[in-house]
């Protein structure tokens, strides 16, 4: 009698790719910035000018989003990177907000 000897196999299992976190915040952004763009359309501006503003604000906003999730993931420079730009967006904010509190527009 002879033994049937079987050696083992390398099996591949084939599982469903996780969507990783650059990919699910560049969604999230398309999902952000087509919900403002579109509310322009449900409750428009009373001018064109205000439309043409709302919506550079918008494309601006997408481009400096964009620009600063896609640098964060090429690597640890990246990273500083962004962390560097948003503090200095952060104080450009606090700084906005007491001018603008200082030095209001008379309508």
């Known amino acids: 009698m002879e033994t049937n000897v079987q050696t083992s196999q390398n099996v591949k299992i084939a599982t469903s790719k996780e969507v990783s976190m650059r990919k699910l915040l560049n969604i999230i952004g398309i999902f952000i910035f087509s919900g403002l763009a579109l509310t322009n359309v449900t409750s ?7 439309t043409k503003e709302f919506l550079l604000f918008i494309g601006g906003s997408a481009i400096i989003y964009y620009f600063l999730v896609n640098t964060y993931f090429l690597g640890q420079i990246g990273r500083k990177f962004v962390f560097k730009i948003l503090i200095l967006l952060g104080c450009f904010s606090v700084f906005m907000a007491f001018y603008l509190a200082t030095n209001s527009v008379a309508y």
């Open 44 to 50: 428009p501006l009373p001018s064109s000018d205000y």
